[in-house]
């Protein structure tokens, strides 16, 4: 008998989205709390041979391995995760498997949350509820408003089509983006990135958290900005320097930011971000939708199954 964990399950869905029970011989348990520190993760994992992990809620480096003597097989949603250390995974000769995913629900979001941001939505939403006074704020209107998209990968070009469909001017810009990707896209290139944050009036996120990437906008880019400008970054947290953030929007600096992803997760408690009245927050909720459980669920089943039959499939490896 094997046993699987399937970590951070929050909204207690996982067993409901794929069929579990065709695995003959595993016996599966589902975490619906975030386990935040090594040594619970440790107590609570130790008896499991197979963990199933939801991208990067939880992080697994090589301490943490090494303290799960009976691990043998890691399954993580998606086919990157971050936080899981490659390098410690092959040294314990514990086979890593990833799944499929979807590339329209995070886009889908991230112009949720910048309609959202613009139009003041959740604060006119949670006036109504109140019964407080009618009409207090004054949105902004997006056509003719310039989009920088800093990153223009699959994410990122479906943003700029939803910005041109917003009849909104696009600048993108990463290190490595070339004219010849921008014209494909149908964008402008920005020289710098500087240069893209002293024009765009709306500034988009869409880069891999890396150590190139971490902290890639810091207090000298965020004083780049407009002072009507809105940020949103529904892809990883440390890409923004936190702590300028905060301070840049305590002291109204910018617009407003709509924000899906956090340098903690899940976000805490007190977290000024949760009640900065110019901030739209969400619980990292990019990927979150049935469609999407529905293939990471059903292909986390899939590797195990093969897994078990001798013929891992989609491994990942150090490389990636």
């Known amino acids: 008998m094997f046993h699987c964990a ?4 929050y909204q207690n869905c996982a067993l409901g989205f794929a069929d ?7 016996h599966v348990r589902n975490f619906t709390d975030a386990i935040t520190t090594t040594d619970a993760l440790v107590k609570q994992l130790a008896e499991f041979e197979i963990i199933v992990a939801m991208r990067e809620r939880t992080r697994f480096d090589a301490d943490l391995l090494g303290r799960l003597p009976r691990l043998k097989l890691f399954v993580t949603t998606g086919m990157k995760n971050a936080s899981i250390d490659l390098q410690a995974t092959l040294a314990r000769g514990v086979i890593v498997c990833g799944t499929r ?3 329209d629900p995070t886009p889908e979001l991230t112009w949720g949350l910048l309609l ?11 006036s109504i509820r109140a019964g407080e006074k009618w009409q207090t704020r004054i949105g902004v209107g997006l056509s003719g408003k310039t989009v920088g998209i800093v990153g223009l990968g699959s994410i990122g070009s479906r943003i700029a089509r939803y910005a041109q469909a917003f009849d909104m001017p696009v600048l993108a810009w990463s290190r490595n983006l070339t004219d010849e990707r921008c014209q494909t896209v149908g964008v402008e290139r920005a020289s710098t990135l500087d240069a893209l944050l002293q024009r765009a009036d709306i500034v988009t996120l869409h880069m891999v958290l890396s150590d190139s990437t971490r902290g890639l906008v810091g207090a000298r880019e965020l ?7 809105l940020l949103v970054n529904t892809s990883r947290g440390p890409l923004i320097d936190e702590a300028a953030l905060l301070k ?9 930011a709509a924000l899906d992803v956090f340098d903690t997760e899940p976000l805490p408690a007190a977290h000024p971000l949760r009640t900065l009245p110019n901030v739209v927050t969400t619980p990292h909720i990019g990927y979150v939708t049935r469609e999407t459980y529905q293939i990471f669920y059903g292909d986390a089943v899939e590797d195990i199954q093969a897994w078990l039959k001798g ?10």
């Open 6 to 9: 399937i970590l951070d399950d």
């Open 20 to 26: 579990w029970s065709s695995l003959a011989g595993v």
């Open 101 to 103: 995913g979807l590339s």
């Open 116 to 126: 959202a941001l613009a139009r003041h939505i959740p604060a006119d939403v949670a």
């Open 223 to 229: 004083g780049l900005l407009k002072p009507t400008a």
């Open 248 to 256: 840049t929007l305590t002291e109204n600096r910018i617009a407003g």
């Open 311 to 320: 013929s891992p499939i989609r491994t990942l490896s150090t490389s990636k």
